[in-house]
């Protein structure tokens, strides 16, 4: 089967890597992106390999690399502890055990490679300021109500797919799926130019961690700039999702002034941004119905998760694989979006799931911070990779045969 029209909803990294793989299987697909013209907020995004030999199967590894920093190695650090208590090697040794690299990457860069790949493939129209109001079922299909450019719209499909993020209206109106909720946690966010920092950070992951509060730092575009996230368990009073906040601010959320929360190494990264954006972390149970007929979700849509295993993206390009595979092999978009549900839904709670319990670990305190601490330091800390074997090993191919999947239920083991 082939040649399906389709609607993607939402222009982020799930709906143009979708775009792509579904392009590639044959389908005419339409992307709208609300946004007029192709905009990232100015941070980092982590690709492990389970995404990034998605992006290079799509012919995107030297687009990407000329951009991407493979960082050398992870750093983590406790601030009970006082500094390092644990590295393990990333760089050639990940590209040689997961056979794909991890990359880290500016969310624009990643942005406008994947961009300029839709462009580039024929069966794809991406159109900016364009956003889905709302949709009707037809026989065989769906009627979407869109708004280009503030004109109304009409656009008659075999399948929609919503890749629009945390906050999809394809999930709350259309699937009747759950609200976004704030996770009681804050991100801030900023970029600073590389030679401010610490030559020996320069090429590797930092994660300091502190009680209920973490740091995670790399460098982005080609080791230019240096990424830092920083999250704390928090209340969120704004009105926006993401806002700016000061460096004063930053500083008394983080409590920077005080001597001993923060060793001076940490401080000092902490204190270079002169602002920072503040986002709320955002999720909701994923467990609800993805598919109805001839529309599903994908991404953050679908499954919206805390950042703390970097797998929000990396999940959204693996629906993208698998979702092409399983229109592959069914005979009509609804039967395919069922079995791409069925074969998704398992990783993906067992990823939200880790990401949950990363959290908790990277905020410890007391006595529970001091033994985490000592695993770390007494080996676990040079072995950090070996806990993501089973995220980063995952291959579309590793899956059942989507055709298997259409037949029915898998044998009991
Ligand atoms: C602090 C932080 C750190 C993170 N770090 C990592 C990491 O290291 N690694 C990783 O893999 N993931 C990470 N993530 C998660 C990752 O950013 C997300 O999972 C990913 O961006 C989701 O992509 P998406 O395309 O599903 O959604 P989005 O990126 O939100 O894209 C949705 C798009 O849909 C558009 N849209 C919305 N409504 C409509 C509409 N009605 N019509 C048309 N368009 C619409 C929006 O404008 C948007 O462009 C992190 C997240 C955070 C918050």
Not at 74 to 102: D, K, N, Q
Request: glycine share 10%; charged share 25%; aromatic share 8%.
């Amino acid at each position: 089967m082939s040649g399906h029209p389709l609607l993607v909803a939402g222009g982020g990294i799930a709906g143009l890597t979708a775009a792509l793989m579904l392009a590639r299987s044959g389908h005419r697909v339409t992307v709208i992106e609300q946004a007029a013209e192709p905009t990232e907020v100015g941070a980092g995004i982590q690709i492990s390999p389970n995404a990034s030999r998605i992006l290079i199967d799509l012919g995107l590894r030297p687009a990407l690399e000329r951009v991407a920093v493979t960082p050398e190695d992870l750093r983590v650090y406790s601030t009970r502890a006082g500094g390092e208590i644990g590295r393990t090697l990333l760089g050639g040794e990940v590209e040689r055990r997961w056979r794909a690299p991890l990359w880290v990457i500016h969310r624009a860069d990643l942005a406008r490679v994947l961009t300029e790949a839709v462009h580039a493939t024929p069966g794809i129209d991406l159109v900016h300021d364009a956003r889905l109001r709302d949709v009707e079922p037809l026989p065989g299909g769906i009627r979407a109500f869109v708004t280009i450019a503030s004109e109304p719209h009409e656009l008659d499909v075999a399948g929609l797919i919503g890749a629009d993020g945390v906050r999809s209206g394809v999930r709350t109106r259309v699937r009747g799926g759950p609200p976004a909720r704030y996770a009681g946690r804050t991100a801030y966010r900023a970029t600073v130019e590389i030679d401010r920092v610490p030559e020996e950070l320069r090429r590797s992951t930092g994660l300091w961690m502190s009680p209920k509060a973490h740091l995670v730092h790399y460098p982005i575009r080609g080791g230019r700039l240096f990424n830092l996230v920083a999250v704390v368990e928090d209340d969120w009073t704004d009105e926006s999702w993401s806002v700016p906040a000061s460096a004063e601010e930053f500083a008394r959320r983080f409590g920077l002034w005080e001597p001993k929360l923060w060793p001076q190494p940490a401080r000092s990264l902490l204190t270079l941004p002169a602002a920072w954006t503040k986002w709320a972390l955002c999720g909701f149970d994923c467990r609800f119905e993805w598919s109805s007929g001839p529309v599903t979700l994908i991404g953050d849509a679908a499954h919206a998760t805390l950042p703390f295993a970097a797998q929000g993206g990396g999940m959204a390009i693996e629906d993208a694989a698998v979702l092409a595979g399983t229109l592959e092999a069914a005979p009509n978009p609804a039967a395919a979006f069922r079995a791409y549900e069925a074969l998704r839904k398992a990783r993906v709670r067992a990823i939200v799931e880790t990401a949950r319990k990363n959290g908790r670990l990277y905020h410890l305190g007391g006595t529970t911070g001091f033994f985490r601490d000592l695993v770390l330091k007494l080996g676990a800390g040079s072995r950090l990779t070996e806990r993501h074997d089973w995220i980063w090993s995952w291959r579309p191919s590793d899956l059942r045969k989507p055709r298997d999947i259409l037949a029915g239920p898998a044998p009991a083991p």
